[in-house]
């Protein structure tokens, strides 16, 4: 009985965690620990036991992301979510769900704090009422929408609301796939933002910029650079997070590309080629430890 109302939330429990700290492993760590707690747990006196293990898991999902933000300024280059397959979670049967899954979405997240992140996922994503929230954070039920308001203002600046399912954006990726593979510098360029900015993903593991690269010029030339240089084959759309991506490989490295858009135009191109991030999208073919270390 423990373990059958446990398992019945579940996928609820883990599509929490990761959207509060954009990582599966460290997901799939809080919702085990939420399980050996709830083994413990007199459950005689409760009533609601998605909204109690909602609590714990964000409790335990918070400290966690404190913690995880300190590991991250130790990365190598920069840090980015890491990409999932669209049903990890079960079905996205509300844009909310769908939104706060979405690639463009989690890595905007990245720059809310631990409390604005919780009260924005908990609010958007699962409707859970300000007062279950505030005794979440340990906030005022009043700071608590003022938090909501300030992270949806934040992440609703220089990006559409974003629709990872639409035929719009798949044409999109489509475009830019044929325009880049072509080295069509002049279809590249009208494609891209005056703000663009290139995110690359190594995680040390494999060789990628540093630091994001800025602006139009500058992301057309890394990018036409890259397919001169690189042998990239098996270019197709693939799933993830709810959305379209760009599944690929250079020279024996996976690595998979989002895009996100503003006012028709890509705002942000986000490439994960850290081969520990790939495992949940299904395209890693070969270990780490097989793949060399300075082709990006």
Partial sequence: MIENVFEQHRPMLLGLAYRLLGSMWDAE???QDAFLKWSDTDRSEIREPRAFLATMVSRLALDQLRSARRKREAYVGPWLPEPVESTAFGPLDT???RDTLSYATLHLMERLSPPERAVFVLREAFDFPYETIADIVGATEANCRQMHHRAAKH???GRDRFDPSGEEHARLLSTFMAAAENGDVDTLTTMLGADVEAWNDGGGKVRAALR???GPVNVTRLITGLFQKFDFTGLRLVEANGGSAIRAEADGIDLLIFLESHDGRISRISAVLNPEKLTR???LKTSPAERTSDQF
């Fill in 95 to 97: 844009a909310e769900l």
């Fill in 29 to 31: 760590d809080v919702v």
């Fill in 281 to 283: 999208v299904g395209i």
């Fill in 155 to 157: 992440l609703g600046e």
């Fill in 212 to 214: 994001p690269i800025l």
